[in-house]
DNA sequence: ATGATCTCCGATCAATATGGTCGTACTAAA
DNA sequence: TTTAGTACGACCATATTGATCGGAGATCAT
C-alpha cells in the first residue's frame, strides 16, 4: 500500500545519478544522457526518457539537445526536494482521491464524511516529511527524520 | 500520489461509524450492521461486507451472524492505529515495491541502487506515523503530530 | 551544408490493480 | 422453521500504470 510508481522510482535513481555525477566528481559540468542512466540501472531507455522529459519541463533538470547533449541539475541538489521530485511525476499529493475537490465534483460522501479531517492533517504529515529531505539528503549522509506524536504516549501540548 | 484505496477509505469510514456508536452513545452494546453503514455512507453494499469481512478476519472487528446481527469493535478504539487498519485491507506498507524482498526475488537495479536505503527510511518515517495515530484520536480531539527534520530547514511550501 | 546523434513529444498498446457485482452457503435469533 | 443477517468465492468492468513506437526538431562534427 502506499505505493510510489515506478516511473517516480526511476525519476529518483535518474536524479540520484545526475546528482551524484555533478556533485563529487572532478567532471562538474559533466552532462549526463539517457542511455547512460538507462543502462547503469537497467531501466528501458524510452521509459526513462519520457521520465526526464517531465523532469525537464517541471524546471528540475535542464536539457541539451543534440549530440553530447545531455541533463543537468537545473539547481543545487540541496534545493530539490523529494516531494517536488515525486509530485512532477505523479501528480499532486493525495492520500485520498477528494483531498483536492475541484469544481463541484464533491465525492457523495463528502457531506458525512468523519474521516476527512483526519486525513488531511495525514496527508499534510506525510508532505512534511517528503518535502524536508533534499536530493542532497540522499546523496550524502544519512538524514534523521523524527516523527512526534502526543497520542499513543503520553498527551502532551 | 500515494493515494489509499476506496476499500480502505471504506474501512476508515466504517470504523469511526463503529467506534461512535458504540463510545459515545447509550447505547453501549449495540452492534452496527452492514447495511447501515452502506447508507449512511453510500458506500456499495456488498463492496463494504468484503471491507468488514476481511477486518473481522484480521481481529479488528467481531462479527455477530443472524438477525440482529452486526458488527462490534474487537477493542478499544485507542488500541486500534490507522496502520493496523491500512495494512489490514492493503497488505504491508510498501512505498517501494522491493521493500519487502521475498525469496530469490530481487529487482534489477538492487544491485546498483543508490536509492534503497534513503526511500526505507522515509517508508519508516510514514508508517510511525500512521501507527501513532488511532481510531480514538480520529473520534475526539484533533491529535496533534509534527515532524522535524535538521537537514533543509530553509525549504518551506 | 550535410549527415549523425541526440532530445523532444504525441500516440498507442499491454499488463496489472482496483472497484464493483453476483450467487450461494452458512448462522443464529425470533 | 422461517428469516434477516453474515461468510465466502468467483467473476467482470474499468482505471491506472508500465512500456513501446515513430517521427519531428535541435545541435554539433565534419
Ligand atoms: S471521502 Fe470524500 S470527503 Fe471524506
Ligand atoms: S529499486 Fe529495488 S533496490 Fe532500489
Chains 1, 2 share one sequence.
Not at 526513462?48 to 549530440?67: D, R, T, W
Not at 511525476?89 to 483526519?118: F, V, W
Request: negative net charge; glycine residues 8%.
Amino acid at each position: 500500500m502506499l505505493k510510489i510508481s515506478k516511473k517516480a522510482d526511476y525519476a529518483l535513481m535518474a536524479l540520484q545519478h545526475i546528482a551524484s555525477v555533478q556533485f563529487g566528481d572532478i567532471t562538474p559540468g559533466r552532462v549526463v544522457n539517457t542511455k547512460e542512466i538507462a543502462e547503469e540501472y537497467h531501466i528501458p531507455l524510452e521509459l526513462l526518457a519520457k521520465v526526464l522529459q517531465v523532469l525537464s519541463k517541471n524546471g528540475l533538470i535542464e536539457s541539451h539537445n543534440g549530440p553530447k547533449g545531455g541533463y543537468l541539475l537545473a539547481r543545487s541538489a540541496r534545493q530539490i526536494t523529494i516531494a517536488q521530485i515525486l509530485e512532477s511525476i505523479e501528480g499532486p499529493l493525495a492520500i485520498t482521491d477528494c483531498s483536492h475537490e475541484k469544481d463541484g465534483d464533491y465525492c457523495m460522501q463528502r457531506e458525512h464524511c468523519n474521516i476527512r479531517t483526519p486525513l488531511l492533517k495525514i496527508q499534510d504529515s506525510i508532505y512534511q516529511l517528503l518535502n524536508n529531505m533534499t536530493l542532497g539528503d540522499m546523496l550524502g549522509g544519512t538524514p534523521l527524520i523524527t516523527i512526534q506524536s502526543p497520542s499513543a504516549q503520553g498527551v502532551e501540548r
